[in-house]
């Protein structure tokens, strides 16, 4: 099973709002990655996480906060966020960091 | 700047018919090489994966690389119009650094 969850599925918010996007699996997977994808666009790489510590942010504004709180877990914080932020925001995780990638449903946000 | 391109098509066949789905790579250091579908308004998911020179059949789907010309391709056989999605060739870089590095898309139209 490489089934990774996302939650929520859609979201909306205003600029002054603080909001999370959380991401889950039980594959027993070491890497998590944070991807944004605009329309029409390929994913775009954000922040990896492996063994739960950061080891890549491709210096992603700080309006965008993320989190590993385990080795299953991977969340992102969102604060004053800016309409061109509006994406689909894609979880994956991978056996170990340089392994294949599964990608979760996705959370499309919204940013008015 | 390491680069994989794909011909954006649209690409468009008839039902029954070979697709074929071409991508390059300017790294020579890549390591493996993965086709993803994504359909409009979801996440990618997981066709095939390459890591060694020639082909890798996985029923209708059948990957080829070329590292020496570094070109990977994706041939669908017998293609469904279930099959009509935004095809991404992504390729993992070798190194420390291990990132995946998506192809901007294949959009493949099959008509019945």
């Known amino acids: 099973d490489t089934e990774v969850t996302q939650t929520p599925k859609h979201l909306v918010m205003g600029m002054t709002n603080k909001k999370s996007l959380k991401c889950e699996q039980h594959?027993?997977?070491?890497?998590m990655y944070w991807y944004k994808q605009k329309a029409k666009k390929p994913p775009e790489l954000m922040f990896v996480?492996?063994?739960?510590?950061?080891?890549i942010n491709e210096s992603v504004p700080s309006r965008f906060s993320p989190e590993c709180p385990n080795s299953s877990l991977l969340n992102l914080h969102l604060h004053a966020l800016q309409p061109e932020d509006s994406a689909l925001y894609l979880c994956?995780?991978?056996?170990?960091?340089?392994?294949?990638?599964?990608f979760g449903p996705g959370t499309r946000l919204l940013v008015l | 700047q390491k680069e994989v391109e794909q011909n954006s098509g649209p690409l468009s066949v008839p039902e029954g018919a070979i697709a074929s789905l071409n991508c390059t790579y300017s790294?020579?250091?890549?390591?493996?090489f993965f086709w993803y579908r994504q359909y409009s308004g979801k996440s990618p998911e997981l066709i095939m994966f390459?890591?060694?020179?020639g082909d890798k059949e996985d029923g209708r789907f059948t990957a080829q690389l070329n590292k020496a010309s570094q070109y990977v391709s994706l041939l669908i056989r017998d293609s469904q119009p279930s099959d009509s999605a935004t095809y991404l060739c992504?390729?993992?870089?070798?190194?420390?650094?291990?990132?995946?590095?998506f192809g901007k898309g294949t959009l493949l139209t099959v008509n019945p």
């Open positions: 594959m027993g997977h070491r890497a």
């Open positions: 994956a995780s991978s056996e170990q960091y340089e392994e294949t990638q599964y």
């Open positions: 996480y492996s063994y739960e510590k950061l080891s």
């Open positions: 992504a390729v993992m870089s070798g190194g420390s650094n291990y990132k995946l590095t």
């Open positions: 390459i890591y060694s020179n």
């Open positions: 790294d020579r250091g890549s390591q493996s």
